[in-house]
Structure formats: structure tokens, C-alpha cells
């Protein structure tokens, strides 16, 4: 079932008609006014009664809370109290979400597995409260929360078999976090890492943990990393053999940090050579940092030729997306190609409850 709710109009009366009918429910989205919200502080309304509707909806096992803004920590307690066959929780940009509830959540609900946070305004110290080494949890989102370098040494030194994280946007994410987790975490499971603008990781660190862990991840985001070059990458290639979703570049607002060229044409023949598995790949340097020549046509070839299964090239606007895209087109396969402009390459399509999770 899913819900959009408007700023000011109360839900209160359609939902007593609708309580007595969704006992069985399994899947609920609620999605907020998020998107529209104005800088400006306004009045804000608790819209829905989400403390009546977990009462009515204890079958729940997928919940997802999509920009809501009068959604605390007090509602995903609601939910944990009510719904213990709960596999999947998403509070992505409910910034009134503190992570105050965490502790019992997890205490309550031990079949969750994925817990989506993205954008919350989490405090280090109720995020290391939890008991994560007694949970179940497997997927974790936790991009732009400003989480510490010590909270996420923490975190992921204690989940008992992480599969999937997001950790994009946070300063906090360096090499001490990489170092310890490898240390001390268990990756045996790790198929899928988003570090995008994590721009305080060192081209060593990265390289030292997708030379060890890179065989198995099926998805990997280092976008807006300026460390990230094209040397990086085809030094990493070899060890990203079963890679399916890749997503590199820094887009034009921050291409001033690169330092040099980046080289597409030697780029693409080491992606072929050993990216044969490749569905997604965003390859976002904007036109003024891509070096190619009159022979790129050859190296595009050979992507398009080996990388059988590959459904969305995304590139910056400009002359070499025209170049590509052209190749593409060429061969019939006019839908591969697309511009950064309208699309984005992420590994959500890896979490285990991918298809419940789409509401739009």
C-alpha cells in the first residue's frame, strides 16, 4: 500500500475507513512532502496517525518512510512495538530521526535485515548504543548522516555479516574506518559498497581494499572521489571480475580537484577486458577532464562487443557521449547510452528488497 501525504490535509478520516481492511498488509509506503519543502520553516503536521496504523498493520515486514517530515524516532518505536516480522525499514530524509529509537529496534525486531537511513540527523552516540552485533542486519544506509570516523569504526566493526553498504557523503569515512573494518569487521558477505564524495580516502586505502575484497562485490560507487583516477581503476579492474553496477567520476562542480586527464580510451579496454558481467556503468568526468583520441572508436568496440550484458552507459554531456553514443546506435542498441543530465547509476538494484521498495 502506499500513501502520498500532502503537507496539510489530515488522512484521519480515510484511514478509519480502510483500519479494519489491511490487517494482512506486507508492504507500506508513505511518502512525504520531502521534494516540495521550502527553506523557509513552516508549520508542520502530523498528517497521518502512524501510531493508529502500526495497530492495524502487525504483518508488516517492509516499511518504507520516504521524506517525511514530522517522522521521530517515536514512530519507528510505534512500528518495532507492533510489527516483529519486520525484514526491511527505509527512513531515508526524515530528518527529524535521531537514532534514539536504534537501541530498541533492533532488540525488538530481530528478523530486520535492512535498515535505510539516508539523510537523518543521527548523533554518534545513540548509533553506538545499539547492540549491531546481536542484530540481523545485513543492508545499511547511513549516506550524508555526518557520522564520526569513530562511530563508523564502530558500526561496521560490529555488524555480524554486512552484504550491503551506502556510506557516500560523509567526511567521516577515511582510512581509518577502511583499516579497522578490515581488521576487525567481517566482509565475507560485502557485495555491494557506495562511497560517493567520500573525498578523504587516499588512493592507497582504496586500492589496498578492492585488491583484498573486490572479487566479491557485484556494485561499487566511487563517483566525486578526486583520488579516484583512471589509473586507480585499471589497477583495480583485475580484482573486480564479477562487478555488475560501476559508477566512477567527479562531475563538474568538482573536476577542479582532479589533477591530470583522465585517459577514456585505456579506461574502457581494461573495463572490457575485465568487466565482462557489467549491467550499469556511469562514468561521470565532465567532457573537459576526458582524454580520447581519433581511435577511440576501436576501445568502444571492444566495450560494446564483450560487454554483452550492459544496459546503461551513463556519460557527461559533450563530445564524447555524442561519440559513443553514435557507436551504440550503430550497432542497435540506441537505449544503452545516456547523459548524466537524467540519469545516475546506483547499486539500489542489489538490496534484497529492491522491487517491494519502488513506490514511484
Known amino acids: 500500500m502506499s500513501i502520498c501525504l500532502s503537507a496539510v490535509i489530515f488522512m484521519e478520516g480515510f484511514m478509519r475507513k480502510i483500519y479494519n481492511f489491511i490487517n494482512g498488509l506486507e508492504v507500506l509506503h508513505l511518502v512525504g512532502t520531502y521534494e516540495k ?51 526491511c525499514l527505509a527512513v531515508n530524509f526524515c530528518s527529524k530521526v535521531i537514532g ?6 533492533l532488540s525488538r525486531c530481530k528478523k530486520l535485515k535492512c535498515l535505510l537511513m539516508q539523510q537523518c540527523s543521527l548523533l554518534n552516540e545513540h548509533v553506538m548504543a545499539a547492540e549491531w552485533e546481536k542484530s540481523s542486519i545485513s543492508e545499511l544506509d547511513v549516506t550524508a548522516t555526518d557520522l564520526s570516523t569513530d562511530c ?3 558500526l561496521l566493526t560490529k555488524i555480524p555479516a554486512i552484504r550491503w553498504l551506502s556510506a557516500g557523503q560523509l567526511d567521516g569515512f577515511t582510512d581509518a574506518v577502511l ?27 582504496l586500492y589496498k581494499f578492492l585488491a583484498r575484497y573486490g572479487q566479491n562485490l557485484r556494485g561499487l560507487v566511487l563517483s566525486g572521489i578526486p ?15 564479477n562487478i555488475r553496477i560501476l559508477r566512477m567520476g567527479l562531475t563538474e562542480g568538482l573536476s577542479y580537484r582532479l589533477m ?8 574502457l579496454d581494461n573495463i572490457a577486458r575485465y568487466g565482462q558481467n557489467l549491467e ?3 562514468l561521470s568526468w565532465d567532457p573537459e577532464s576526458l582524454r580520447f583520441s581519433d581511435k577511440s572508436q576501436k576501445a568502444i568496440d571492444t566495450m560494446r562487443v564483450r560487454c554483452l550484458r550492459l544496459k546503461c552507459l551513463v556519460l557527461a554531456d559533450g563530445k564524447y557521449y555524442e561519440v559513443v553514443k553514435a557507436n551504440f546506435e550503430r550497432a542497435d542498441r540506441t537505449t544503452v547510452v545516456r547523459t548524466a543530465t537524467n540519469c545516475s547509476v546506483s547499486i539500489v538494484y542489489l538490496l534484497t528488497h529492491y522491487r517491494d521498495l519502488i513506490f514511484n
Open 37 to 87: 519543502a521550502d527553506e523557509e520553516e513552516e508549520e508542520i503536521y502530523e498528517v497521518i496517525n502512524i501510531h493508529k496504523l502500526k495497530s492495524a498493520t502487525p504483518n508488516l515486514k517492509v516499511v518504507n518512510l520516504y521524506g517525511i517530515n514530522f517522522v521521530d524516532d517515536s514512530h519507528i518505536e510505534a512500528f518495532s512495538s507492533n510489527c516483529i516480522q519486520l525484514e
Open 100 to 105: 534514539t529509537s536504534l537501541k530498541i529496534l
Open 280 to 282: 550499469r556503468l556511469e
Open 260 to 267: 591530470g586527464k583522465i585517459h577514456v580510451d585505456g579506461l
Open 227 to 241: 583520488q579516484c583516477t583512471d589509473s586507480l581503476c585499471s589497477n583495480v579492474m583485475p580484482a573486480l571480475k
Open 152 to 154: 563508523l569504526s564502530d
Open 179 to 205: 583499516k579497522a573494518w578490515t581488521e576487525r569487521g567481517n566482509l565475507k558477505s560485502l557485495i555491494a559498497l557506495d562511497l560517493d564524495l567520500c573525498d578523504n580516502l587516499t588512493e592507497e586505502g
